[in-house]
């Protein structure tokens, strides 16, 4: 079966950091690029953050730049999300997925199939 499975979310105050893993199974990543998307309560989907199949194109969202850094082992088939510096309002769920934009376009929401997401929650 080819998936994705989110893992890393938690409650952290304000101002700390978690780190997100995003694992492929059935399948290698080294051929896609990868976008992390998140979902807070009674909003829509957005894009967060995707990188490229090599490593060499990463785009975020501008309400994420300079906190989050995107990163990937192919090795591993993993892709990560250091989230630093968390604000409330990055309360959400977080999902990863086959960016189908190759990056371009990381608002469009062009993706392969989601995979259950995992919970990060921001307060004090």
């Known amino acids: 079966q080819l998936q994705l499975v989110e893992s890393g979310g938690g409650l952290v105050q304000p101002g700390g950091s978690l780190r997100l893993s995003c694992v492929a199974s059935g399948f290698t990543l080294d051929y896609y690029a990868i976008g992390w998307f998140r979902q807070a309560p009674g909003k829509e989907r957005e894009g967060v953050s995707c990188?490229?199949?090599?490593?060499?194109?990463?785009d975020y969202a501008d309400s994420v730049k300079g906190r989050f850094i995107i990163s990937r082992d192919n090795a591993k088939n993993t892709v990560y999300l250091q989230m630093n510096s968390l604000k409330p309002e990055d309360t959400g769920v977080y999902y990863c997925a086959v960016d189908l934009t190759f990056c371009r376009r990381l608002g469009a929401l062009e993706t392969g199939p989601w995979g259950q997401g995992t919970q990060v929650t921001v307060s004090s």
């Open positions: 990188i490229s199949n090599t490593g060499g194109i990463t």
